[in-house]
């Protein structure tokens, strides 16, 4: 399948079985609710400096929120495109374990912390 997923986009083979072998109930499926597969992720969401990689990755069950993704049919399989803002939870593993390629090279919310009280200090001088 030539179908490559840009940005914080998620490529997803639909899980038909809601119980996924006996890890959820189906008297307690939100049908609002779908699982997947992941097959593709795209490289992350783009900010002005970097890019911040997807939180899952290739093999990973996933919930997902089912009326905000582009469902389509290839081979008689379903698959689903999906930002990853519109994912729930990772079902077989911890999404942000340091296994993650290029997950250490996110966001440093310390620095930004540091930045923005410096640029609140300078404000209060100027006032």
Known sequence: MNIFPIHDTILLKNIDDPTLGGVLEPSKV????GIGEVIR????????????PVAVIQGDKI?????????????????????????SAVMNRDPYASEIPG???GLDVEALIEKALEEVKLDDKDS
């Open 41 to 52: 992720v795209g490289r992350g969401h783009i900010t002005l400096r970097q890019v911040i």
């Open 30 to 33: 939100d049908l609002t609710m």
């Open 103 to 105: 997950w250490d090279d």
């Open 63 to 87: 919930l997902f929120i089912r009326s905000k993704g582009f469902t389509f049919t290839i081979e008689k399989e379903k698959y689903i495109l999906i930002k990853e803002a519109d994912t």
